[in-house]
């Protein structure tokens, strides 16, 4: 018997499974496509298979993510906001504030260390500040790829400011950077260093107060800069959590593992 938590996001979705005593098998992820209920089956099947089991081990599933609603096999969804603090609070008792940076939301989470979240703020109208901001620009205008960013942006010793975080014109001001010879390092750093003001700024507005332990989730949680531009703007240590994407997957399969056990005694 397992229990399987699903993450349908917009750019990737992940599955995390548990066993019975709550220990975590596997964590798949998988891009997602236009098809999210498709997606949900591919990325669960893909877990599965890793971990030599079958559909019919799954006792329980909850979903979550944006496509959430649309897997047909869920037994029930959550929002992504409860399974990313249940997940994280799992597995950093006590945590406080989670940053967490997809492909195209972000979030500031403020917890009471219980494992409650008591507000939180959020980009999801925009790519300003989430994954996809770094990936059309860097992959278009720098040719880097998104796993050398971090170690980039951290060679820099003088980071230029970029004003803009509007994606379109972010790419005025980085091709004019290029043609007047900035290196790249410098110009990855500025970008870092952009966004990171933007979430730390967004957090502010909503009052949160950025209370440690800090947990930064998220698939940009593998940028290296970032997590250290983070720590340089609010003067505090931010943990950059191990397998960043799989946290709100990980709350949901907690949650299906829970409410199994609830309606069986």
């Known amino acids: 018997m397992i229990f399987a938590g699903v993450d349908i ?37 893909k877990a599965l298979e890793q971990s030599g089991n079958k559909w019919e081990d799954v006792a329980f599933l909850v979903s979550t993510g944006y496509g959430r609603k649309a897997f047909e096999r ?34 500031v989470i403020e917890m009471d260390g219980k494992g409650m979240v ?59 950077l290029l043609s007047q010879g900035i290196p790249k390092e410098d110009i990855v750093a500025g970008m870092c260093k ?19 332990p800090i947990i930064f989730s998220g698939g940009v949680a593998n940028n290296e800069g970032v997590r250290a531009y983070f720590e340089q703007f609010l003067k505090k240590k931010v943990t950059a959590i191990l397998m960043p994407q799989s946290t709100a997957a990980f709350g949901a399969a907690l949650a299906a593992k829970e409410n199994y056990e609830k309606a069986h005694g």
């Open 118 to 176: 008591t507000r939180f703020e959020m980009n999801d109208k925009c790519a300003a500040g989430t994954g996809r901001f770094f990936e059309v620009l860097t992959n278009r205008l720098l040719n880097v790829p998104m796993e050398e960013l971090g170690e980039l942006a951290l060679r820099s010793d003088n980071p230029c400011v970029i004003s803009s975080m509007c994606t379109i014109f972010a790419e005025s001001e980085i091709i004019s």
């Open 9 to 45: 996001g917009s750019t990737t979705s992940k599955a995390v499974l548990l066993d019975e005593n709550g220990k975590n098998l596997i964590f798949a992820l998988i891009f997602t496509t236009f098809d999210r209920n498709q997606s949900g089956e591919d990325v669960l099947k």
């Open 74 to 107: 869920a037994n029930m969804d959550l929002p992504e906001i409860i399974c990313h603090a249940t997940g994280t609070h799992h597995l950093y008792p006590g945590v406080r504030t989670i940053i967490d940076i997809g492909g195209q939301d972000s979030k």
């Open 194 to 212: 952009s966004v990171t003001r933007r979430i730390v700024n967004m957090g502010k507005s909503g009052q949160i107060t950025y209370q440690e």
